[in-house]
C-alpha cells in the first residue's frame, strides 16, 4: 500500500498510523508516491490513543494433541484462548473488514518436537499449514511480513509449501537450520522461491557457535539468494552474537550476499561485538578480508569507549552504508564521564573520531537508559551533560543526505541543537523525538521540509504548518486517560495549545464492507475449492448446494443473505460449467472480487473476430448547424420494480452489520422491531432500494402528458435486484406486464426494446444454442417472450432473430436502422459464457452483416443495447472485438445507446485505443429510473437530425429529467423536471467525439463544471476529490474495458 492509496481515502489514524510498521515503511511511503503535500493538503492531523498491534499471532504446539488429518479440528492458540482451526475461521469471517486493515505482519509459533511422527502425517501437517498461512495473508489485506517461531525443522519444511503472493517479507529464519534443509532436502529452496514468488526481504538469525560448514554447503541457499537479489527493493537482515567463533560462517555468509548483489542489513548487533568490529577495523589495509561492499544498513550496541573507536575507524569501508543506529549503553556514558570528567573537550576523549559517520540517509541516535528512568533520576542526571555533548557533536558531522532521523533519551533537546539540524541536515523529512527530560519549543519551527513528526511524549512545541503527519504515543498515565476520554474539540483544543497551531478534524470516511473485502475472498476460495472438487467428482447437486449453505450459515455477515440465495440459485448453473471447465478457485475468486485478482482470472480471456476488410475513407463527423426537421425520442432504462418495497421500512440497511441486505426498503423479519433511521418514502428513496410500481406508473403518466415522442428505446431490466427470488414465471409476467403498461401509456408510439442482463434466469443466464443441454438450460422461455411482449412495434421478420439471439434490427424510417443488440453475450455473470467465451450465438457476426448492408444502402445505424462494452461488467475479449467493429464502420454507426450501470455518463472512442489519437465514437449511458443505488429516478431524450432526404441521423442535443424524492410525500408526489442539456451544459459545439473529448480535458482543469458532471452522474450530491475525479474521467476515455492502464496512463 503506498500514501498515495492511504490518503486518498482520508483515513489518517486507521490507514497511516497501523501500517507503520517501521522507519522504512516511512521510507517507502517517502519514494513510491508523490510529494505528500499534493495529497496532503486538505488532510486533517489526526490524534489516536490506541494504535493497535500491527501482528497476528497463533500458535500450535505441535502433537501435543493428536493431528490426524482433520485440519479443521486442529487446535491452536489465538488471543490466548484455544480454538480449532474451524472455530478461528469462523471467527475471523465474522468480522468485519475494518477490523484487517490494521495487521501487516503474521506471527506463527510452531513448538513442539517431531522425531516419532510418521513422514505422511508430517507431509500432510507441513501442507495443511502452509494453506493456512496462505489463507490468513489473504484476509488481512495489509500484511505482507510472515515471522516464523519455534521447532527450526518444522518451519523449513512449512516454508516451502508457502504460496502467497503476498509474502514479501519473511522473519525467524536461523542459518544453521536454513542450511540443513538445503542439504537434507535440495529442493526446499527451490520450492520457497517457486511458491513466494515475491519474496523479497529475509531476516536471518545466526547464534550457533558450532556452525562449521564448508562453503559448498553454504551454495545450496544460492537459488534462494539469487531469487532475492533479482527483487528491486531486495533486504538481508543479518543478526546474531557474533562470537570468534563463528565469525568465519558469518563472513562466508556475508561473501554469498555480496556475490548474489544483495543488500545487506546487520542488525541487533549486541554490546559483545568486539570481534566483528576488529574485523572491520582492519579492512582499511586489507579491504579483501571482509566483504561490506553490499552493507546498507547497520544497527549496533556500544558498550565501551574501545567499542566506539573501533566502529569510528571501521566506518569508511562501508562504501553503501544507508543507514546507521547508534545505541549507546550507560557503562559508555559512565566510562567517558570518568574520562573526561564530565568535559568530553578536555582532550581525554576523541572527538574527531564523529566526522566519521557516513553520508547516510536513516540516522538513529539513542541513549539506552533503563525504561524507568524516573526511578532513578539522580543516577541519570549526573549523566545528562555527556549525552547532551554527544548528541551535540554527532549532529555537528551529520550531513545534508540525511532525511530521517531519530533522537531517542536525548535528555535536553535545545533551540541550539534544532538549529544546528537546519544549518546541517536541511532535507530531513522524517523527525522521531524522544527526548529524557525536556524539548525547546522552537527546536523544529523552522524546519520547513518536514512532513512527518513522531513525538514519544506530549511536549510544548511550535510545530511548523508544514509537517502534515504527527503521532504522539505516551505512556498510560493521567493524562492519556483525560485526553482519551475527551471530545474531539477538548482534544484539538488541548493540541492547538500545546503544538501552536490549529488542525483540521472532519469525520473519518465511512467505509463500507463490500465485495472487494478480502473475507469475502478468502470465503469464496475456501468455498470454490471444496465445490469445484465435488463438482468434478459428480457430487450430487444437493449436496453441493447444502455445503455451500452451511458456509453461507459460517459467515454471518453482511453477505449472509445473498449468499443463501446465490446458493439457491446459482448452483446448477454454477456447476454444470465447472465440470465443463479447468478453471481454478483462484481464478473463478479473481473474476468476482476485487481483491482477489488473479493474472489469469477468466475476464481477461482474449479471442479474435475478424473484422472484414474494405473500411471507407472516414468522411468524419456530420455537421447540423439548422436540421430541416428533427426526432424526438424517449430513452428509458433499468426500470426495476420492487413489488415488495414497504413505505416506513429502513432506506439506510447497507450498515456493515450481520443484518446487512442487498436491497432496502423492504421489511426484514430479524430487524422488523429495529429502530428505523431512514424511513423508506412513499414515492421511493434514493438508497439502496428499488422503486415502488406506484413511481413507475407517475412516471409514465407525467412522459405522456408533457412530451411526444416519434419513438421510445428500451434498454432492459425490468427486475427488482432480488436476483436469488428470481424464477423464470415471475420474469415472464413481469416483462409482458411492464411492457403493456409502457405501450397503454404511448399507444401511438412505436417502442423498441433491448433484453437487460437481470431478465435472465438466474440472472444473467442466456447461454448460446452450442452449449450442451440448450433444450433444458438455454434461454428460449424468455426470447420467446421477448418476441411476444416486443411484437406490437415490429414486423414479424424479426421474429426469427428475437428468439434465437434477443437480437433485432428494423428500420423505422428511410435512411436509419435501429439494431437492438443482446449484450448480454459479454456479460462477466453469464457463466455460460465461460464454456466458450468466442462469439456465442454468431452474434458479432450477425451485428457485422447489417453493419454492412447498411454501409451499403448508405443508411445510419443506431445500436441499442444493454451493458456499455466498455464497463468491466463486458468480457475483455468481446469489448475489444467490438471496439474494432465501431472503428471498422464508424460513419455507419450513429449513436450507440446503453443503460445498466444506472449512471449518467458517456464513453469515448479512440483511434488505435490511445487517448492521444483522433476521437472516432461514442457511447452514450443514459440514468435509470430505478434510485438503486443511492439516485433519484430519472430518464433520458434525445433530439436526433431527422426524418428528411439526406438527414444525418446524428443525435445533437441529449435531456435528462429527474424526480427530487426527498420533495416528496405520500401526498406530494414527484415533481419531473429537466436537469440540464448536455450540449448547453457544458458548452459544447456538437456532440461529435470530439467534443466529447474536450469536455474530459476541460474536466481535468474546471473543477466547478467537473462537479456539476458528477452531480448529473449520480443525480444526488456525492464528493469526488483529486483520485475520485482521475477515475471519473479515465472511465469516460474507456469505451474498452479491462484495459484501464492504457486508458488512464498507468
Partial sequence: MTLEDVCSQNIISKRILSNIDSLDDITNFMTTTYPLCNYLNTTPIKKTFSIPSNTFTITYEFFAQSYQYNWDNTTISYNGERLSIGELYRYLLSKPKEYFEHINNIKIGVYGTHQYIEMSILESFFECMATFIDEIFELYPNAYSLNFDGNDFIV????????????????????????????????????????????????????????????????????????????????????????????????????????????????????????????????????????????????????????????????????????????????????????TSGNIHNGNFNCEQFKEIPNVEKFCLKFQVDEKVEDYMERYERLFPIMNDLTKEVLLNLNDKIKILILESIPDLSQEMGNILIRNCPNITDLILAPLNTIDPRFIENMKNLNFLHLKHIFNLNIPKEIKIIIVSHKKDSLSKELGDATTDDANSYFQTQFNRTFKLPKLFDTQNDASNSLNCVACKLTMGSVIEMSRNNTPLSDIETYILNRCDEVKTQIHEICIGMAKSFTDEGVFVLKRTNYTADQICGAFIADCKSADDPLNDMWKFDVPNGKPIVKGWPKVNKPQSTLRVLHLTDIHIDLQYVVGSEADCMTGDSNDRMVCCREYSEVKNKTIKIPAGYWGSPHTCDIPYRTFINAMEHISKHDKFDYIIITGDFESHDMWEYTKSKTMSNVMNVSAVIESYFPNTPIYQATGNHEGVPMDAMGPHAMPEYSTRGPQWLYNTFAQAWKRDLPPSTATNIKYRASYSIKPFKGLKIISLNTVYCSKNNFYNYLNQSDPDDTMAWLVNELLESEKDNEKVHIISHIPPGSTYCLKGWSFNFYDIVYRFEDTIGALIYGHVHKDYFQVYYENGDINSRPYHVNYVAPSLTTFSNSNPAYRVYTVDGNYEGSSFTIIESETYYANLTETSETKPPEWKLEYKLKEEYGMNDLSPESFHNVTVKFEHDLELFDKYYLYYNRNYRSCKATCRMNAICALRSARSYDKSNFCNE
Fill in 156 to 339: 523449513g519444511f512449512i516454508s516451502q509449501h508457502l504460496r502467497s503472493k503476498k509474502i514479501r517479507k519473511m522473519k525467524g529464519l536461523r542459518l544453521g537450520p536454513l542450511i540443513d534443509y538445503c542439504k537434507e532436502k535440495p529442493d526446499v529452496c527451490h520450492e520457497m522461491v517457486n511458491g513466494l514468488s515475491n519474496l523479497e526481504e529475509m531476516d536471518i538469525f545466526i547464534n550457533d557457535p558450532e556452525l562449521n560448514y564448508k562453503g559448498d554447503y553454504m551454495k545450496g541457499l544460492v537459488p534462494l539468494l539469487n531469487h532475492l537479489s533479482k527483487k528491486k527493493n531486495n533486504k538481508l537482515s543479518i543478526s546474531g552474537r557474533r562470537e570468534a567463533e563463528e565469525m568465519h560462517v558469518f563472513k562466508e555468509f556475508i561473501e554469498l550476499t555480496l556475490i548474489n548483489k544483495l543488500n545487506v542489513s546487520l542488525e541487533r548487533l549486541g554490546s559483545n561485538n568486539e570481534t566483528l568490529l576488529n574485523e572491520f577495523n582492519n579492512l582499511n589495509s586489507d579491504f579483501s578480508r571482509f566483504p561490506a561492499s553490499n552493507i546498507t544498513s547497520l544497527d549496533i550496541k556500544i558498550s565501551t569507549v574501545h567499542i566506539l573507536g573501533l566502529l569510528f575507524k571501521s566506518l569508511p569501508i562501508f562504501l553503501n552504508l544507508k543507514i546507521l543506529n547508534l545505541d549507546l549503553k550507560k557503562s559508555l556514558l559512565d566510562e567517558i564521564l570518568n574520562v
